[in-house]
């Protein structure tokens, strides 16, 4: 595990262009959101000095207020989030596949032509994988913590114990968390397996991530429990950080400071995905695609 | 001079003798002495109880009327269940636990038997299922002046916790339990035509209303169990069976509820009007209320916290909450009379009994949640614990009708707690992971976006839902006094407030006994206020709906006659608006049209404020201007906010021509209009300032990169 957890750090210190390019497929997504949203707060709010205050911090209500007289305003924001989460979900798919051939690729063309080709060549085959990890995940999810939070229903009713009742829905909430993680690792160990070894059959890559993923679970879950660990450092930091801003400090200071956890959480996902091409390859190092066939494929091109 | 100081110190002497204004006892028109035995197993009341009844009017009476309040959970048919749909007060009826209560024998103290004639009254909604009243016609009636004793004999089953009374495995919460007396009010009163007796069916939205007693309540369970009770307990003996008879004794309630389980823990403190009080804030509050410090001194009282096991991180916040309701309510509307208070901490799973008020005796409510980090810092303990206390003094001592207009308890009250929790614990009530939502913003949610507004001084079961009946009789008649308070001016609201606890303390004043009060203190007709925040259902909502302000352009066009017919071009104006100019001579033409989006329409005030931070502030008023007034004539405004008819209208444009670009106007500036239901757009400013736009679509852009990492980018 630690192993792994070192060499993806030592692939976003040789691929920092990944980090980069996540960072910017992220802004540049979540700024085309925000920006008719900006343009309608500065419509509904400018003019209004009670508004100010939103400057400093929350007021709820100031927000109720404002949903009253913009009752568009929030499910705006809300179809933006949408939007902009539906996306991720597939920009997500397109970068994975990029950044995964850019870290498992041994030719030496650009990093651009490396990125795009494994973007373009894996995207239908992760769609395929998520249409089938997702639903399986939420079948699991659900029963596995629908009786727990029957359960924990039944014991607010009935049993007076409100120690065990809490705790069986915690229960619930961690047996959904367990679920989603479980699922995000078997997915990413199967984007792995397709990658490297350049198959098309998507529930055979699928079989074989859960077999890698099974027999060395320590390994996976070590190495996404440091990575999550550092990510709840940074955040612990960022939130200090933003704390510690002078009330009338400018917003560049806190906009300089967010996009400076998004750049740490960036380098962290390309490092999470280092560590299980890592971890892959101590598991089967012996199978990798053929660089010339790969080209082959990717140019079209005898 | 001599004659100055003797008639000062005569006028001190004549103070420090006057009477206290706050009555000391509470007429004694319906008592009760109870002996009740508890059965855990079977969740049944046996009940034994003398009754006194004395009639204090000047009519003879033929009949007592009871509430039954235990029927109303009997079945599916009853007004409360059918009302309530099986959910109430975020609570849901259990499957099967029915609840009902029987009276098995009423005999005068003669032993003439009552029972044959009696019968169940519906008298609010005819529905004959309903069993919650009943009507006992009197072999005689009791003469004015007269009194009656009645023996009865009860038996009642109760139901599983819901709506505030019920068990739940072994935790008793016991309220509306025994066969309880209405009132009797002569005609006249309350605006009665004729005498009769008001009380109610159990409805979903309403609560109670009784006479004051005496209550001496002998009650017998199992010894294992902790009991509490309203009043003071004034003996405990176990019997060799088992069981243990805890015998409770209070003068001057109207109520008795109690509690018992074997799970409470009992947090035992004391109250001392000699050391929870500093004398700064004696000498403060006697100053605000115009009182002699010996008027607002505060009586030492017995607070007993029965805790749940795993709440007792919290005890000694409900502790710090108890003393705060007795000092805050104690120093602003008169001392707490009573020796003890005891809170209740429900059992989890009853929450329906959580949050209710009887005689020295609330119910509080917390989860374990609230123990630790994050939620540590919501203060809905606190908060409920001294609304609850609060009842003590608006529906225990000033004992309004809570059916019929349940603003006058739940309304002060809401008024009154969020003083009292501002006071004692700061502004803000919820403090979550850096998000605070004050006391004051609370109310004043729900006014904003739900706009519910109905007629406050509506019966309560009249409402059109739960929600209605709940945003107008706390949260909007909460904001309708900090409105008035806005009025009046803090001082003369606290001399209002304490004016009318002191003058119906022990009495069942309406609405129109506090209009009166307002009038009598305020030393003006505040009725046109009340007709329109409490009588009717209007909003207010003023706001500023345009603004503008651009440079006065020189005259242009032909101006003048015959040879001295001149004519202005384009050109020579904006030349002589480029030298007035450079000259700093050119004035500035503004416009702010008001609009009102409300019914409701109270005096107001506009603030101009310019360039260089002048500022000019206006009455809105019908008056016609003073003459020779340039600016505000033609607007139709009073300067300085000079009184007069306010303006009814429903738009108003006001012009001013000023040295200074206008920035911004804002209408009601100092914030006295609570009740306006968006205060957002109450000010509007010339040119729009982006910062708190830009800063939360910062915000914003963050989070998105948030969401789209959870989405895997």
Redesign the interface.
Known sequence: MWHATVEGFRAVSRERRLVLVLWLFGLALSLAAVFPVWRALVLALGPLPGADVLAERFSAEVVADLVELRPGLLPGIGAAAASTFALGLLFGLVFAGGALEVLTASDERPFAHRFGRGAFRFFGRFLRLAAIVLPVAAIFAALLAGPLFALAGRLRRESGAEWVAHGTNAAALVALGLVLLVALLVQDAARVRLVRTDQRRVRTALREGLGRVWRNKAAWFGAWGFNALVLLAAFAAYLALAEALPAGAPWVALALLQQAFVIARGALRVALLGAEVALDAAQAPAVLADPSLTEDVTTGLA | MKHGIGAVLLALLAAAGAADPLPARAPEIASYDIEVRLTPGTQRLSGRQRVTWRNTTPEAVGELWFHLYLNAFRNSQSTFVRESGGQLRGDRM?DDGWGWTEVTSIRTAEGVDLAQGATFEHPDDDNAEDRTVWRVPLPEPVPPGGTIELEMTFEAQLPRVFARTGY??D?FLVGQWFPKLGVYEPAGTRGRASGGWNCHQFHANSEFYADFGRYRVAITLPQRFVVGATGKRVDKRDNPDGTAVHVFEQADVHDFAWTASPRFVEVKARFSGATDVTAAEYAEAAALLGRSLEEVRLSDVDVTILM?P?HMRQAERHVAAAKAGIKWFGLWYGRYPYETLTVVDP????RGSGGMEYPTFITAGT???FNRWPLDRLRLPEEVTVHEFGHQYWQGMVASNEFEESWLDEGFNSYATGKAMRQAFGPWTLEVL????SSA??P??GN??E?MFDRVRTPAWRYSSSNNYGFNSYARTDLTLRTLEGLLGERTMARVMRTYHERFRFRHPSSEDFYAVVDEVAGRDMRGFFAQAVERPGVLDDEIAA?TSARVEPPRGVFGEGPARRTISAREAREQAREKDAAGGRLWRSTVLVRRRGEVVLPATLRLEFEGGDAQVMALSEAEPPAGSVDVERAGLMPGGAGGEPWQGRFKRVEVVTPRRLL?A?VDPEGRHELD?????????VE???????????????W??Q???????
Do not use: C, H, K
Request: hydrophobic share 50%; proline share 5%; no cysteine.
């Open positions: 259990p739940f495995r935790y749940q795993e059992a989890y799973g009853a989860t374990v949640l850096g998000l605070r939502v913003e609370l004043r949610l904003s976006v706009r603004i911004a804002r239901v968006n205060r957002l757009n109450d000010a509007r400013r729009p300032d982006p910062r708190a736009a830009t800063t939360w679509s910062a915000r914003l852009v963050f998105m990169q969401l789209l990492a959870l989405a895997g980018l």
